[in-house]
């Protein structure tokens, strides 16, 4: 403690007089409960120099005693940071007030962002001293090892998008919030290690990796900010498009004579509608409700993407979104000669050798060789988060025939939302060397899965499109599905159907092999099933190890006359599901006589290094 305080006033007169010296934290995430320590310190400094803000910790303590502010990632109500929007939806009118209502102190929001992206290989040669990067050299050997080098740039620039996006997304969402006293930005550069986080818009030399120019940045991340709240950002032609316009103005002085001004416009930058409001003047400090914008999208013919614009007259003062506009209704029947599977069997293979069109839409858990996927990319880095979805994203062709009638830029966008959500990323490891999914999942860098979530082949004499999107549930109230179902269905009906790659049947049978304890697999790909079970798969409660019950589990079969029972514990996360415990067991009933074999599927999907020993009696 003596270090600390004489550290305490070395920090206050070597830094005292500075003018950007206007607050200072005891630390960075030193624990959740009060800590007198801490709180002495924070007393210590007011009295000594009050000329800025004292807080004790930041991240997940507080306030304590004597703070005079707080900066938290969340609060008893809930999180205030990070995609946890009501619904999970992407829609841009809400905000975090209800949360802040018994907040007293001004709060900052704790390290907003951490998304990361992938490497950037060019990047090697910027290490000429004596660090050296071998990490990214590991990262890159690893994707020529999975015939993929020649999409690293992709990947970086694919998955960089939706870093931006989210970064938008969360700074507008704190902007949106009424008291909010500001947002602490974790940092706009990599950081190389901590399980290497990828996270910045300028490299760790702090280089700007060409995704945004500061302009543009400073669009939604500056002292003045429009703001557009709307409920979705998919609509119909059925709809009119409604949204609500405010200004976040923090600037030096007040704003007078203002004229806010909307637009919306094609993807070819014609102007679809305009409109001005009244002129105000903005006062400085807070968020100022504009008013409401409209527009009748039943003139809109065809599925496309829009982009909704606020300014103010005379300046520079500008902030964008896009929104899609879907038909209202779409064919998507499945014509006669398109066979429709929901798994890989013989009914299936039959099609193709028979030379028949195959339409394959899965269901999530259906095949072994899949990955849990997100619409969001990865938080921080895997290693330290080691159970969060592996994907970043997608990156595809806009202009391959299958999107033909599906608007979408080369990356995720936020119309890919539901779809990507609802999704599994299929593992195309067992491949040619050349082939490429038509949207391609972004694999994590140290793991360079080669992953598709729409992709085509010749097989036999047919042809397949095979489908990891959930494009079966709820069409009628999931318009991006719908349509994208509408889109591949024409493909498939026209002459464009040609895909380029051929896929064995060896390797059909690899990519689509059944996942254990799918209770609507085949059963006859298990020989002869008795006792088919998946442990814990219906079970609700998430991340928490509870007493084994029956009902957790599904059993896809469990013949007359077996059983079985367990003694131990039962998990379920994001990831997967499974029996749990240092030591359980369990006991299966079998009739008399009977000779069969056991298959036990051991799993260790957050990578602690676990190991098993089971013994049989």
């Known amino acids: 403690t003596k270090y ?67 900066i938290r990632q969340s609060l008893d109500k809930g999180p205030i940071r990070g995609m946890g929007r009501p619904g999970g939806a992407p829609r841009t009118d809400f905000d975090y007030r209800v949360l802040l209502a018994d907040v007293n102190i001004p709060i900052v929001t704790h390290e907003v962002g951490q998304f990361q992206m992938y490497p950037d290989f060019a990047e090697i040669k910027k290490y000429t001293g004596h660090i050296k990067p071998l990490n990214f050299e590991v990262f890159r050997r690893s994707l020529i090892e999975h015939n993929m080098l020649a999409q690293a740039e992709d990947f970086r620039r694919a998955s960089g998008m939706l870093n931006l996006q989210m970064y938008k997304e969360e700074i507008e969402a704190i902007m949106r919030t009424p008291n909010f006293a500001g947002f602490q930005l974790l940092g706009i ?97 807070g968020v100022a409700a504009i008013g409401n914008i409209s527009f009748d999208l039943s003139k809109i013919e065809a599925a496309q993407k829009l982009t909704v614009s606020i300014s103010v007259k005379g300046t520079d003062i500008v902030n964008s979104w896009n929104i899609w506009v879907y038909p209202a209704e779409v064919n998507i029947s499945i014509p006669k000669d398109i066979f429709v599977a929901d798994a890989w069997n013989s009914q299936t293979a039959d099609a ?4 028949k069109k195959v339409l394959m839409l899965a269901p999530k858990g259906r095949f072994a060789s899949c990955l849990p996927a997100s619409f969001f990319p990865i938080f921080w880095s895997l290693p330290l988060f080691p159970t969060q979805p592996t994907t970043m994203g997608i990156v595809c062709n806009p202009k391959h025939p299958v999107l033909a009638k599906f608007p979408t830029d080369f990356h995720s966008d936020w119309q890919w939302f539901d779809l990507l959500n609802s999704s599994e990323a299929i593992i195309l490891d067992e491949t040619p060397a050349d082939y490429r999914p038509i949207v391609q999942f972004i694999s994590e860098f140290s793991r360079n899965n080669k992953l598709g979530a729409v992709f085509e082949a010749k097989a036999g004499k047919g042809r397949i499109v095979v489908s990891s999107l959930d494009l079966r549930n709820n069409l009628k109230v999931r318009p991006v599905a719908r349509q994208l179902l509408h889109s591949i269905i024409a493909y498939m009906e026209s002459k464009d159907f040609q895909p380029s790659s051929e896929l064995s049947f060896d390797v059909l049978n690899k990519i689509f092999s059944p996942a254990i304890g799918d209770a609507d697999a085949n ?52 990831q997967g599901s499974s029996w749990h415990g240092v030591k359980f067991e369990v006991v299966i009933t079998c009739p008399k006589g009977f000779e069969g074999v056991l298959l036990v599927k051991f799993g260790d999907w957050d990578n602690q290094n676990r190991s098993t020993l089971v013994q049989f009696n």
């Open 4 to 70: 600390l305080m004489e550290e305490t006033d070395r920090i206050l007169e070597t830094y005292g007089n500075h003018p950007s010296f206007c607050f200072l934290s005891m630390g960075n995430e030193l624990g959740v409960n009060r800590d007198p320590f801490l709180e002495s310190i924070v007393a210590y400094c007011k009295q000594k120099d009050s000329r800025r803000f004292y807080t004790s910790s930041t991240g997940i303590s507080g306030p304590n005693h004597g703070d005079e502010y707080i």
């Open 189 to 285: 550069q990599d950081y190389p290690g901590h399980g290497v986080a990828l996270v910045g818009i300028l490299d760790p030399f702090w280089d700007s990796k060409g995704l945004i120019k500061p302009e543009e940045f400073q669009r939604f991340c500056g002292p003045t900010v429009p703001l557009l709240r709307m409920q979705k950002r998919e609509w119909t032609t059925a709809e009119t498009f409604t949204g609500g316009v405010e200004l976040f103005h923090y600037g030096q002085a007040e704003i007078k004579n203002a004229v806010p001004q909307w637009s919306i416009s094609d993807a070819e930058g014609k102007r679809l509608a305009t409109g001005k409001f009244n002129s105000m003047n903005v006062p400085a400090g």
């Open 352 to 355: 193709l050798k028979q030379g």
């Open 523 to 574: 059963m006859a790909d298990f020989n002869d099933v008795v006792l088919n079970v998946s442990a814990s798969a219906n079970m609700t409660l998430m991340g928490a190890s509870v007493p084994w019950q029956s009902n957790f589990d599904r059993a896809a079969v469990k013949a007359e006359g077996f059983d079985y029972s367990v003694s131990g514990e039962a998990w379920h996360d994001i």
